[in-house]
């Protein structure tokens, strides 16, 4: 083996060819001979590119940490500093780094955000050796002729791609709910748990035994990564463990998926893509918000049309094209002269819970630091205690759980599931003996005798079955959805613990039920 080693300049940085070559090498496929390649005499190479931080009050203190590789013997110790934006402080200043070649280490620097400060900053790494500067390090890019990896062993053609040694900060303006728990199973992009470490989550990435065994209840939401289930088998072979999630009162947002996912029973509430599949292309589309009052646009953080900006590259794939009648559409994308796309962000509710299906490409824009994608997924990840709020909101304005305190409305709520009914559908029929109370939150409800003739009519804010849940006795009545219904139901066991613990509730509920007796109202 033998060491060519060549002084240059290239651009005025002082640079040196350090090149092993080997004649032969101990190599699958016999001897080989890579050229010389100009490299500096050390390079330096950021953990990370990119940083995302919450926007504060308060100074928040992170660590970076940078690794130098030498190049060349021949060259002096050099002087390694990290240099930050001004008003930024950095600890240590400076290390001491060895350009003997072969030889790597890490060193670990403490920077302090100050209080205020907002969006994209710059923080740079930079060594000082033999009167020069570098301030980046090389990417490798191999390839072989073997069936082993390409790597620095294997390689018959190598080339260098210098990489500025910067780390992009985001200080984003994005507030996350960080009271609830999440389970997070990867697809194929990077690590959203990862990118989003600073922000005070509890995230835990799912293994695929912890899909197929573990509790998924202990999470508040469960998010499945971008084509999970492509790369994730466990996802098909457990789909059902995740409906169930959903059904007992959990949030599972599934990111863009790829098809085999709109398959029966894989998704909780069903999809279809098309074939060809929707998608947008343009990262600057135009987004229309369909919903602009849904949970998801409103808390914790107010989204607008301007957090659809700055988008690096699509809008989003996959869009389901056909979905379920419980799913809402929430946002409307196209391509110019396209039809709007409907179903790139789909919600609704399952039992207890809440489905999410989401193309747009959340997990890229978050990887770019795309401070809407951001705010957005806050929103999304706090849509489980949005929910528990929105029925809340409902039941608050029913007599029955009117004067309740806001625990104990909470406590309610969480036991509150939401159920959809088509026009025609039947909630229950005369003389079942079905235990669940029914709060109208959307339609009406037609309440018919056995000669199916109404005698009266639910609306908004009404709730029906109660008489039959408190006696146990069989209905006395149908109870037809006219239109699309939305309610809230509570079970008659959940209903009559509540009314032996919240006396004031208690003591409604028999005033309405006298109300109704003494007018000669059947009730079902």
Known sequence: AMRAVVEADVDGAGVSVV?????????????????????????????????????????????????????DDDAPAATLHCEVPGGWSVHPPSYEA????????????????????????????????????????????????????????????????????HVEVLVANATFDTTLRYGYVRGDEPSLARALSEFGLEIAELTDEQIALA?????????????????????????????????????????????????????????????????????????????????????????????????????????????????VPLLACADDGEVPARGGLLAGGLGRGTFVYCGYSLARQIDAGVEGAIRLLANLLALPESRIREKMEHLGRVPLFAGLTGQELHRVARLASQRWFAPGELLCRQGDRSEELYVVTGGSVDVLKESGRAIATAGVGSVIGELAVISEAPRSATLRARDGVDTLVLRGAHLRELLRELPDMSERMMTILAAKLAADRPGP
């Open 19 to 71: 090149r092993p070559v080997t004649f032969p090498a101990a190599f699958p496929g016999g001897a080989r001979a890579l050229p010389p390649a100009i490299v500096p005499p050390i390079g330096l190479r950021p953990a990370e590119h990119r940083r995302l931080l919450p926007s504060g009050e308060r100074p928040r203190r992170i660590e970076m940490v940078v690794e130098s590789e030498g190049f």
């Open 98 to 165: 060895t350009c003997a070649a072969g030889r790597t280490a890490a060193y670990r620097f403490e920077i302090v955000v100050p209080a205020g400060a907002a969006g994209r900053e710059v923080v740079r790494f930079r060594a000082e050796t033999g009167g020069r500067s570098y301030d980046g390090g090389l990417e490798p890019v191999r390839r072989t002729d073997s069936f082993l990896p390409a790597d620095a062993s294997t390689a018959v053609m190598e080339a260098f791609m210098p990489v500025r040694a």
């Open 215 to 327: 509790d998924l209840s202990a999470f508040d939401a469960i998010v499945i990564g971008p084509r999970g289930y492509a790369v994730r088998p466990t996802l098909t072979a457990h789909a059902p463990r995740l409906t169930a999630c959903v059904e007992a009162g959990g949030t599972v947002i599934t990111l863009a998926q790829s098809y085999g996912y709109d398959s029966a029973g894989s998704a909780p509430l069903a999809i279809r893509y098309a074939h060809p599949h929707d998608r947008v292309t343009a990262p600057d589309a135009p987004v229309t918000i369909l919903e602009p009052a849904h949970a998801i646009f409103s808390a914790p953080n107010r989204i607008t049309a301007a957090d659809f900006g700055g988008w690096s590259g699509e809008r989003g794939r996959y869009f389901a094209a056909e979905w379920d009648p419980r799913l």
